[in-house]
């Protein structure tokens, strides 16, 4: 659901690491199936066992302003993580 352990190391400073790292909470960031780093930006009941994330992809880190990913406009199949 959220970044932990897996993500270690691939923010682009070490305010968004830390986020993606953190195992005391759960952090409004994660990083998709697809490798591309999302906001959480609400729950639906969807599925009646769980609820269902609502995810919205960041193209540029809120920390250090560096971009992490196409937007919309540039990839239309959804902005796979800039490298």
Same mark, same amino acid.
């Given at each position: 659901?959220?970044?932990?352990?897996?993500?270690?190391?691939?923010?682009?400073?070490?305010? =968004?690491?830390?986020?993606? @790292?953190?195992d005391e909470y759960e952090p409004c960031f994660t990083v998709d199936d697809d490798g591309v780093? &999302? =906001?959480?930006?609400?729950? @639906?009941?969807?599925?009646e066992d769980e609820p269902t994330l609502v995810l919205e992809p960041i193209i540029f &880190?809120?920390?250090c302003g560096t971009?992490?990913?196409a937007g919309a406009?540039?990839?239309?199949?959804?902005g796979e993580a800039v490298s």
């Open positions: 659901m959220a970044g932990g352990t897996a993500n270690k190391g691939v923010g682009c400073c070490s305010a =968004l690491d830390a986020v993606l @790292t953190a780093l &999302c =906001l959480t930006v609400g729950i @639906t009941d969807m599925d &880190c809120p920390f971009r992490l990913q406009e540039d990839n239309q199949a959804g």
